[in-house]
């Protein structure tokens, strides 16, 4: 069976790229019509929804699906096949229960949460969230369990569907809500029994209700993912045999056992998740609060800096630019997930290796997957600040002054957070999950006096949240390698690894920045931005092989790579 085939680590990891990759581009397409759709005001109210959901999300699917993942990998390592298909029973009920709870808890909490973060029209969003909780952990049983047997085809399988279905669905019902709802309003001057004088105050009513419907895209798709994955565990199976079920020589555990080894990897791992996600909860509290009162006593400062008219009510001007700020995470998120790939694939692999205690196999694949995470972090954090301002022009043009300066800003807190994912994933892979979660800790303690400090500076305001971000991250990144080289005893030169992809991916920057320059009045936004990232992927791939930030041996694990090296070596460029 296809599940059957141990595939390696960089397999893993070109398939999940490349699933992420889609999925990102399917989740632009989706939040950037609806941005447009709905403005940076109902997008507040869909971040705040999502803002409340994340740590939730969090805490019940991102520790115990990669507990399940190390675990599986660990048994299969040592033959106990049995023990792997009781992991799988134990983890599914385990699973649905926290699901249920974490479904109800926001379904049943809505409005509490969402008056909590002082953003009460957010709660129809979070509504309708709710059900996602349920699904992903039914789904996640499914993509833990492959991870572990090294087989990351039905996670990718299943998040494409999930992220097409997302687009398609989520944007169809969100320009529906809003068709309907005006439609109304010039029927009946209301807007679900509302009265409004203006068609701006009926989108304004109807904004909380687009928001929503926008959110059931994401349900839907979770929805079909998860009916995906589990017909497709019924059908195929999981590539594991009969006779290895038979053999002898195994030990077995006891669903008592398995559920305890769960909880003993999977808590520390989802505590240090849920930490990781303060970051958005404190901004998510504290920028609207702060914002207030800097509005409050500073408006003048605030209308002349943005440009914002009478028609902009102050109280308004708050959760606007928290909006601007939650638009500016679209295109942060891409930093990170370009890496998690790397970050998902490294932990069957370095588990597999800790078990063995094979030291030189575990410094091999670390140093790899270290490498290749700078590699894939700093050009896209780097390209995506050099063509800020083209891309908010392309997708929300309305707040350019205020969300390009923003979105700068978080490109380098991106690249800190892309590269404390691997990190961490190694940490875990070698059984130290209680150490991420006391670091993340104080990496929070330190966001929160960074925005203290700095949003409550009027002429920073929400740029504030963003030098927050960034600070943060750098003291979890530096604290993360000090505790990687503690215990694996790996000694290797972070900045000489980081000095050859900078050099390269500032090249790749400029590239994209001179380009856009240079077209955009001629061919327009979106055909200078297609250029210029064509042109800086080019440019950047040449520069680290010529630098020796890519390397033969990294570019032999690539798909297709040895031809790609004797290619390069015909141009005179690999060595």
């Not at 009916?227 to 006891?254: C, F, M, N, W």
Request: proline share 4%; with cysteine.
């Amino acid at each position: 069976m296809e599940g059957s085939k141990r595939r390696s680590f960089m397999q893993n990891s070109v398939v999940l790229m490349l699933s992420l990759l889609f999925v990102k581009i399917s989740g632009l397409l989706f939040k950037l019509p609806i941005v447009s759709l709905i403005g940076a005001t109902g997008y507040g109210y869909f971040n705040s929804a999502y803002s409340i959901y994340l740590p939730v999300y969090v805490l019940a699917l991102t520790g115990f699906p990669a507990a399940v993942s190390r675990f599986v990998a660990a048994e299969h390592s040592m033959g106990n096949y049995k023990n792997i298909r009781m992991i799988h029973k134990v983890s599914l009920y385990f699973f649905v229960s926290i699901g249920l709870l974490g479904t109800a808890f926001l379904a049943v909490g809505a409005d509490f949460l969402s008056s909590a973060v002082k953003n009460p029209n957010a709660a129809p969003a979070l509504l309708v969230l709710s059900p996602v909780v349920f699904f992903c952990c039914l789904m996640s049983v499914y993509r833990g369990y492959y991870s572990g047997l090294s087989n990351l085809y039905p996670s990718a399988i299943s998040q494409a569907i999930e992220a097409l279905c997302k687009l398609v669905v989520g944007v169809g019902a969100t320009y529906f809500m809003l068709q309907y709802g005006l439609e109304r309003f010039e029927e009946t001057g209301e807007v679900f029994g509302t009265a409004a004088q203006t068609r701006e105050e009926a989108i304004s009513l109807l904004s909380p209700y687009a928001a929503a419907a926008a959110i059931f895209g994401v349900s839907f798709g979770a929805i079909v993912a998860c009916a995906y994955i589990i017909l497709r565990h019924k059908i195929l199976g999981d590539g594991i045999t009969r006779d290895q079920l038979d053999s002898p020589e195994q030990s077995v555990l006891s669903s008592k056992a398995v559920l305890k080894k769960i909880l003993r990897v999977g808590i520390p791992i989802s505590l240090g998740a849920g930490v990781m996600q303060l970051s958005s909860i404190i901004d998510n509290f504290m920028i609207i609060n702060m914002l207030g009162g800097i509005v409050q006593n500073n408006e003048s400062l605030i209308r002349e800096m943005y440009g914002y008219g009478a028609d902009v009510a102050a109280s308004a001007i708050p959760n606007l630019l928290w909006g601007c700020f939650s638009v500016t995470l679209i295109f942060y998120n891409l930093v990170p997930l370009a890496v998690q790939s790397f970050s998902q694939s490294a932990i069957p692999d370095i588990t597999e290796s800790h078990v063995r205690g094979d030291k030189d196999s575990i410094y091999a694949k670390v140093r790899i997957v270290v490498k290749m995470s700078l590699l894939v972090a700093l050009p896209v954090g780097i390209g995506i600040m050099s063509v800020a301002d083209p891309i908010v022009k392309i997708f929300s043009a309305d707040t350019v002054a205020e969300t390009v300066p923003i979105l700068r800003i978080m490109c380098v807190a991106a690249i800190f957070s892309a590269l404390c994912q691997p990190v961490t994933s190694i940490l875990q892979s070698i059984g130290k999950y209680d150490s991420p979660v006391k670091v993340m800790l104080i990496a929070a303690v330190v966001k929160c006096l960074a925005n203290l400090a700095l949003i409550s500076v009027p002429s920073l305001n929400v740029k504030g949240a963003a030098l927050g971000s960034c600070v943060s991250y750098l003291v979890l990144l530096a604290i993360l390698i000090s505790l990687l080289k503690k215990y694996t005893g790996i000694r290797f030169n972070f900045i000489k690894m980081l000095i050859p992809p900078l050099v390269s991916a500032v090249a790749c920057g400029a590239s994209a920045y001179l380009v856009v320059s240079l077209l955009s009045d001629r061919i327009g936004n979106v055909g200078a931005l297609v250029i210029a990232i064509v042109l800086a992927a080019v440019v950047y791939f040449l520069l680290s092989v010529m630098t020796g930030a890519l390397g033969r041996n990294e570019i032999n694990l690539l798909p297709y790579g040895k031809k790609i090296a004797k290619v390069l070596e015909m141009m005179h460029i690999l060595r």
